[in-house]
């Protein structure tokens, strides 16, 4: 257990946006609701979770940018690549963009089988059935 990651806390902009957007995403891929209280929520699979808490008002003042210093992507894996479809076609039913269109779903290389996109904050979102262990960097 040593090294690996406990959890990842994120501040959103609007939870109740957010809470939507991830709760299908993270369920689909395995989690489980853990926390739920008035100002956030976190999803848990195996020791690892996420939370996600609403910003305080006095905060919000700059909106969150993935090329800042910070934060720029999470990446989960799929099943397979066929999870990784369904993944897509459901992102696409929510209206939710999909990042690199021209080069889906090999955008981070002819290996690397992912779809990229955007949570309501614009943070990016990957993905992946690769195999390969290197990280990918579209």
Not at 125 to 135: K, Q
Request: charged share 25%; aromatic share 14%.
């Amino acid at each position: 257990m040593k090294g690996l990651l406990h959890h990842i806390e994120l501040y959103v902009s609007n939870l109740e946006r957010s809470v939507e957007f991830w709760g299908w995403l993270l369920e689909e891929l395995g989690y489980t609701l853990y926390q739920d209280w008035q100002e956030g929520k976190s999803w848990k699979l195996g020791d690892t979770y996420l939370v996600f808490v609403q910003t305080e008002e006095r905060f919000l003042d700059v909106p969150y940018h993935r090329c800042r210093t910070g934060l720029n992507h999470l990446a989960f894996h799929a099943e397979s690549r066929e999870h990784v479809d369904i993944i897509t076609t459901q992102l696409k039913n929510r209206n939710v963009r999909i990042l690199y269109p021209d080069t889906h779903p090999f955008a981070g290389g002819e290996s690397h089988y992912a779809v990229y996109f955007e949570d309501p904050d614009r943070m990016k979102v990957e993905i992946v059935a690769s195999n390969d262990s290197r990280a990918s960097h579209a």
